[in-house]
């Protein structure tokens, strides 16, 4: 099977900076877009910002300018580069990566645990 595991969340102050890390490891030919996914309590879990595995980025017009994505594919790991952090970006973070997987070789969608951002005003 395969196994995303994030890290570097955290409690920063408003308008400073973190840096997510996502690791993606076990029965792994190739990954195609790697993304990043935010949840606010309450709230709809919401895109973040994607890359694919030829390092094409998008990212949602809230986090634009801000936020920075990025992708070791020889690590099999994707970065979330955080700047000017504001209050409302306080969300658990997910990390998704689109996975084919030598487990039946088929794609698959797999899913981190979650990190926590917290963001003081």
């Known amino acids: 099977q395969v196994q995303l595991v994030e890290s570097g969340g955290g409690l920063v102050q408003a308008g400073g900076s973190l840096r997510l890390s996502c690791a993606a490891s076990?029965?792994?030919?190739?990954?195609?877009?790697m993304g990043w996914y935010r949840q606010a309590p309450g709230k709809q879990r919401e895109l973040v910002a994607t890359i694919t595995s030829g390092g094409t980025t998008n990212y949602a017009d809230s986090v634009k300018d801000r936020f920075t994505i990025s992708r070791d594919n020889a690590k099999n790991t994707v970065y979330l580069q955080m700047n000017s952090l504001k209050p409302e970006d306080t969300a658990v973070y997910y990390c998704?990566?689109?996975?084919?997987?030598?487990?039946?070789?088929?794609?698959?969608?797999?899913w981190g645990q979650g990190t926590q951002v917290t963001v003081s005003s």
């Open positions: 998704k990566g689109v996975v084919f997987t030598t487990h039946g070789w088929a794609e698959y969608n797999y």
């Open positions: 076990g029965s792994i030919f190739s990954i195609n877009s």
